[in-house]
C-alpha cells in the first residue's frame, strides 16, 4: 500500500464521524500515548522489564501501525502529503549524514 492510499483510507474512515480529527495538540497527546505503549512493548521484549505473570503478549507490530495511524492522521488533519514529506526528508538525511558512518563494502 502506497502511503497516500493510507492517507485516503484513514480520511474515508475518520469522515464516517461528526467529531473528525482531533485538534492537533489532542492529536500529539494520542501520538504520545501510543508511542509509550510500544515503548512498554519493547521493554518487555529487549528491556529489563519483564511482563507481570499472567499479562498477555504484546504486538509490537500493532503498536507500530497504531503509531503510524495517528501520524497519518495528524498529517491528514494538516493537509500534509506525507509522500512528499518523506521524500524530503530523506534528501535531507542523504545530504547531512552521507559521511557520518562508515559505508558498508560491497
Not at 40 to 46: A, D, S, T, W
Not at 55 to 82: H, M, Q, T
Not at 90 to 106: A, G, I, N, V
Request: glycine share 6%.
Amino acid at each position: 500500500m502506497q502511503v497516500k492510499d493510507m492517507q485516503r483510507e484513514v480520511d474515508a474512515w475518520i469522515g464516517r464521524f461528526e467529531e473528525g480529527y482531533w485538534h492537533p495538540l489532542s492529536m500529539l497527546a494520542r501520538l504520545t500515548e501510543e508511542v509509550g505503549e510500544l515503548a512498554r512493548e519493547v521493554n518487555h521484549l529487549y528491556g529489563q522489564k519483564p511482563k507481570k505473570p499472567g499479562e498477555p503478549p504484546g504486538d509490537v507490530a500493532l503498536e507500530l501501525a497504531d503509531v503510524l495511524f495517528i501520524i497519518v492522521c495528524y498529517a491528514n488533519s494538516l493537509g500534509i502529503d506525507l509522500e512528499e514529506a518523506f521524500h524530503r526528508m530523506m534528501e535531507k538525511y542523504r545530504q547531512r549524514d552521507s559521511h557520518r558512518w562508515t559505508p558498508k563494502k560491497t
